[in-house]
Each structure stands twice: as C-alpha cells, then as structure tokens.
C-alpha cells in the first residue's frame, strides 16, 4: 500500500509496525528518517542484540535477505531487518523476495531502503511493490517549496525562524534536506532558547559570510552593481579556499540559466518569473531587474563566457589559472 511519510512515521511512533517497508525515491532524507526511528525504537536495547540486523545491498542478495528475514525473533515479538543501499541490488536480481512479499512472516519487521531512485516497475517484483508493502516514494521537493519546509520543520523542532533567514538557508544550502535539517539542529544548540533565529543568526552559524558570498555576487551582478560585484570577488580572491571558483560558476551559471528561462517564457511580473524559474515570489523582484539589465542576447553571452571560464579554470587551454585573476577577467566581461 502507498503510503506518505508523515502517516508512516505516526502509526511507527505508536508502535503499529507492518511485516515491509519499501522507502524509495532521489530524496533520502525521509528515507533515513523512517528507518532509523524503527532502528532506534522498535526494539529495546536488550532486544536489539538477538533480534536486529542491518545489512546493506552490496553484500547481500534477495535470497539472504528472504531467508534472514523467514527467521523468527529470539526472546521478543519481533525481529528487524534494515537493507541499506538496497539500490545496489539489481532490479531483475529480486525474484527471490516475491514470494516473501505474498507471505511475509508478521513477527519480521523488514524495513528495505532504495534511495537515490526508484526501482524498475516493470519487473515482477517492482509491481508487487504497492500492493504488498507499505510503499513511501520520498522525492525531491522544489527549491521554490524549500522556505516553506524549512519554516515548517523549525515550528516542529521548537524553533522560530523569520522568512529571511528561511529563505536564506535554503538558497545558500539548496536542496539538501538532511543538511538543511542539521543545521537547524545546531542552531537549536547554538540560539538562546526562545530568540528568532534571523538572516544574521543564519550566516555567522553556518560559516556563511553575510556580504560576501556567491548569492550576493549574483545579485550585484545582476543589479549591474560594479562597485559590490568587485568587492566581492576582491574578497573571494584572497579567501579561495573557503570560496572554490567551481562553485562560484556553478551558482552563477544557474543564477543566468534562470534569467534565460525568464526571458523565454515572457515573464513580466514577480508571480510568472516565480512560476516561470520555480524561485519564491520573494525572490521573483531582483530575477525582474537582472532580466532588465540583462537582454536576453546578453545572457546568452553570459551563460557561453561562464563555461569558457569554467574550462580555463580546469587548466583547458591556458597556462595561468588563477582563480582570482580568471574571477576578476570574468566580471568585467559580464558587467561590461
């Protein structure tokens, strides 16, 4: 049966166990979630001895984990079974389990974690899937829904979090929700219980430099802002560690990519740019002043330079690949 993640964690919390979990899917931070509660907390410490076992994908076949799991639990109700990297298993090698899954034992709490992607449905045991296990696809939520989650998760963790600060995690993070979740985490530690955790909260616990970032470097580029832009990128030249150029053109290129697809799909207000680049409309105004100092022949220009300057940066035809002075020769070109 497909279920959702927040009914499958309550009925768990309550210790209502089925025989299969099947959790798959490209986010794994539900994934995780759901198997280490049952991990931590359906058995006790004492159980836990006899009656669990973690294995993982790469050193186990179908037919390990049928037998193991055919077993019955030695001084307890049940037994627990967790395949981790399930995903390493191929999908044509489950013909084993399809008779387990028809007729699993109700004392084995078989928990199978598939991430990264969703096995192939047009096997056997892929259709089986749905109808014989509690079934939970966790996929990759938007960056546009990010803020949102990322609000939702501190009102459940006791935190309060201002939408800047919201908004900025999730930009300067991206979609990342196991990471986005520790930091939040360390910020429960860090944070005077009861103070709002605002942008400035955010970049001093992060080790996120307020002014001096790529997300800034992409706005003052596109506000045409030549004065910050070469503040920035002065900053980043003496700072190349903790500023690697790859990432500086990664968040860059996609900041043009966005303002291409802006451009292209005729946006002219915050709520179609927003819809158009899947940004917050809270986002959606400085994407609006970009697309203005930016025609589009201009960002076409832009996206091609990037990538030249991504080559150079590797060393591809070019003998001095100095991050500061590549950085600095790109600037001028965008801005001029």
Known sequence: MKKDFASTLKEIKSKIFHPIYF???DEPYYIDLLSSYIEDHALSDSEKSFNQHVIYGKDVTPLQIRELASGYPMLGNYQVIIVKEAQSIRADAWEPMEHYLQKPLKTTILVICHKYKSIDKRTRFGKMITEHTVHLVSKKIYESELPDWILRYAHEEKLKLTE???????EFIGNDLSRIASEL??????IPEGKTIDANDISSNIGMNREYNSFELNRALGEKNVLKANRIIQYFGSNQKANPMVMTLGTMFSYFQKIYVAHVSRATDKNAVAQAIGVSPYFAGEYLTAMRNFPLPKVEYVL?????YDLKSKGVNIANNDSGELL???IYKILH
């Open 164 to 170: 800047e600060a919201a908004m900025l995690l999730a």
């Open 328 to 330: 600095r020769e790109l």
């Open 23 to 25: 959790l798959e899917g």
């Open 185 to 190: 985490k360390k910020l429960l530690i860090n």
């Open 304 to 308: 091609q330079t990037i990538s030249e």
